[in-house]
Every structure is written in structure tokens, then in C-alpha cells.
């Protein structure tokens, strides 16, 4: 089955600093991966998705994440973290539910906090 | 949030009470879903309509009880709950759900307490 992992349960960084977010997968086969962000009291929002091509992939409000076949990561990166960008951050992986059916399987989640 | 809506918000039920939970999608997709996020656990997937038939998930307690009368309504009807069951209740929709890597579209979710 496929699966990912999000190692840190909250990532601290100073505005204006770099920020990451890290995901780790396991997958047969090519992988599709997923970021959401979910602020408080809202649903999910995508963020962006890697399915083939180049291994960086820019998103929504500035994101973008690196896919590392061979470290079987897709880490989320932006250049200068923002207040705004505190929440918690999901990362997923398409898996087969039936033979027509995909689902996507979530990480545990990361929370982020951006410090003035 | 216009896309995905849910109604109520909020819900605080008895474990005898019935109540519903409502999603619609204004983005014309195909698919629907309802999720269920606890504190400290996964995003569970409980239930995929597509093209408004139902895919299974048999690890669904059958107190949770779907509907979806067409493509953009989609409904979770509870009855008999427990206090576990005290989640967030979350409707996404996407255009399609096979063969593509398909984003889903979430609503801000149903807060349910049962007491």
C-alpha cells in the first residue's frame, strides 16, 4: 500500500526566513503526491501536486515543493516565510481503492508557526 | 469556500438523537467524499461517490448512512452515534476520481460533539 510520512509534527521559522516542510513516501510504481494546507476552522486547500516532469513544482501562494525520486521525498519549500503561512500542512499520496477508484492517502500533518 | 459549502457547522447531538449533514459542490465535478479528521490520526476516507454511485468502505460503522440525489448534494446521515464519533466531518469534490491525479476541493467541515 502506499504511504507517507511527515517526520516533524511542528516546524518553527522566523519570518522572512526560509521555511520546509518535510514528506517522505513509499509507493509502488510512480508516485502522485499532494500538498493541503488547513487553517484553523476551514477545510483543506490545495496546494499543489507533482505527477511527472520537472522535479520542482510551484504551487499556491508562493510554495513550492521539491520531488527526490531517489530520497523518496517531496518536501514543501518557500523562499521567505509570512505570518499568514501558519497552519497545519498535509501531505498525500494517490492510492487504488477499487479498480476505478482512486483515493488519496494523508500524512499525519505538520504544523507550521511563523514568529514574527 | 464558495466551492465546496457544508451546513451546519456546528452540531452537538445526543447519542439517540438522527441528524444530517450536508455538503454541495458548485465546481461541476464528478466525485464527492466524506472524511472524517480526529485529533492526532490520519484523514480518514469514508465514503466516494462517483458520477453518484457509491463506492464501499466497509470499515464504516453503519450508523453513518450516505446519500448523494445527484452531483453536486452530497449527505451523511447519523443516527444512534457514539462520543468517539465526535470529529470533524469533512465533504471534498473533484472532477473525476480514477486515471488522473485528481485534486479534491474541501468544505470547512461539520464540527460534531456527541454528548
Known amino acids: 500500500a502506499q504511504s507517507v510520512a511527515q517526520p516533524e509534527d511542528q516546524v518553527n521559522v522566523a519570518e522572512g526566513n526560509p521555511l520546509t516542510v518535510k514528506c517522505t513516501y513509499s509507493v509502488s510504481g510512480n508516485p502522485y503526491l499532494f500538498w493541503y494546507v488547513q487553517y484553523p476552522n476551514r477545510g483543506l486547500q490545495f496546494l499543489l501536486k507533482?505527477?511527472?516532469?520537472?522535479?520542482l513544482v510551484k504551487g499556491s501562494y508562493g510554495f513550492e515543493a521539491e520531488f527526490n525520486k531517489s530520497q523518496t521525498s517531496f518536501h514543501l519549500k518557500k523562499p521567505s516565510a509570512l505570518v499568514s503561512d501558519s497552519a497545519l500542512y498535509f501531505c498525500?499520496?494517490?492510492?487504488?481503492?477499487?479498480?476505478?477508484?482512486?483515493?488519496?492517502?494523508f500524512g499525519t500533518g505538520t504544523r507550521l508557526q511563523v514568529f514574527p | 469556500e464558495t466551492g465546496v459549502t457544508q451546513t451546519p457547522r456546528h452540531l452537538v447531538m445526543g447519542m439517540t438523537n438522527k441528524k444530517s449533514l450536508k455538503c454541495e459542490q458548485h465546481?461541476?465535478?464528478?466525485?464527492m467524499y466524506w472524511y472524517k479528521q480526529s485529533a492526532k490520526k490520519p484523514l480518514e476516507l469514508m465514503f466516494v461517490y462517483s458520477l453518484e454511485e457509491r463506492v464501499e468502505n466497509n470499515s464504516v460503522p453503519s450508523r453513518f448512512s450516505p446519500e448523494c440525489p445527484n452531483s453536486s448534494h452530497l449527505f451523511l446521515h447519523l443516527h444512534t452515534l457514539q462520543p468517539e464519533d465526535s470529529a470533524l466531518y469533512l465533504c471534498a469534490s473533484s472532477q473525476g476520481t480514477s486515471g488522473g491525479a485528481y485534486e479534491q476541493y474541501f468544505g470547512p467541515g461539520t464540527r460534531l460533539t456527541v454528548t
Open positions: 465546481l461541476g465535478h464528478n466525485a
Open positions: 498525500a499520496v494517490r492510492d487504488l481503492w477499487t479498480y476505478n477508484t482512486d483515493k488519496l492517502i
Open positions: 507533482y505527477i511527472t516532469g520537472d522535479n
